[in-house]
């Protein structure tokens, strides 16, 4: 079974700095999808980050990039010029891109979460 | 607007007593799954379901039933709560083509307190 985890529970940083938050997963497999959400506190779930596996160049998503190694098992987020809206929980997550009986396995996996502060 | 449905967003019940917490997406998603949200563990998933007719467990379904009668909706059922099912639920759905990357959309969540 694959697990993901972020060992950062909490992390803060000052506004227009940049901050980078953890994540590491386990899997046997070789196929699969990576993705960072972000949790504000309305509890809506947005995703932030998309990664795939087969493709060794980072994922950029405006003030948003990973850092993908693969054979470390690692993706980390960095966002750099942080704004106080980014404050949030952040979720790392891994999902298969195995395709069994004709359909894709759809399972999300998530990590524990890592809450970010942002300081003005 | 596409989009997925929860109801309630809040909910108290007392242990024993027999809810439903709604699903419905206009998407016409045919992969639709659960999660339930608790400090320190992140979301794990307790069903899914890859079409109508077609549901099976995911990492913690002890203690939740689900159904697919209809495409648009997956409701979650718990039969007999217990304190231990007090979290954050969250549904989501994905189009489901094989071997595209797809994302998976989320509902606004429903908080459960049970005592």
């Known amino acids: 079974a694959q697990t993901v985890t972020q060992s950062q529970p909490e992390m803060s940083v000052q506004e227009a700095e940049t901050v980078t938050l953890s994540c590491t997963y386990d899997?046997?497999?070789?196929?699969?999808?990576l993705f960072w959400y972000k949790q504000p506190p309305s509890r809506q779930m947005i995703l932030v980050i998309r990664q795939e596996a087969y493709k060794q160049q980072n994922a950029t998503e405006n003030r948003f990039s990973v850092n993908f190694q693969k054979a470390a098992k690692s993706f980390s987020l960095k966002i750099s010029d942080s704004q106080l809206g980014d404050a949030a929980m952040y979720f790392c997550?891994?999902?298969?891109?195995?395709?069994?009986?004709?359909?894709?396995?759809?399972?999300?996996?998530f990590g524990q979460g890592t809450i970010l502060t942002v300081h003005p | 607007e596409a989009q997925v449905t929860q109801n309630p967003r809040y909910l108290i019940t007392v242990t024993g007593k027999k809810l439903t917490v709604t699903c419905s997406q206009n998407m016409n998603h045919e992969y639709m799954s659960w999660y339930r949200q608790d400090p320190g563990l992140g979301l794990r998933q307790i069903y899914y379901s890859m079409n109508v007719e077609v549901t099976d467990k995911g990492d913690v379904p002890e203690g939740y039933k689900v159904s697919r009668k209809e495409k648009r909706n997956f409701p979650l059922i718990l039969e007999s709560p217990s304190p231990n099912q007090t979290s954050l639920y969250f549904c989501?759905?994905?189009?489901?083509?094989?071997?595209?990357?797809?994302?998976?959309?989320f509902g606004q969540g429903t908080r459960l307190t049970v005592v």
């Open positions: 997550a891994y999902r298969s891109a195995i395709v069994r009986g004709g359909t894709s396995y759809g399972k999300l996996t």
């Open positions: 989501a759905s994905r189009e489901t083509l094989q071997g595209a990357y797809t994302e998976a959309f």
């Open positions: 899997t046997s497999e070789s196929d699969y999808y």
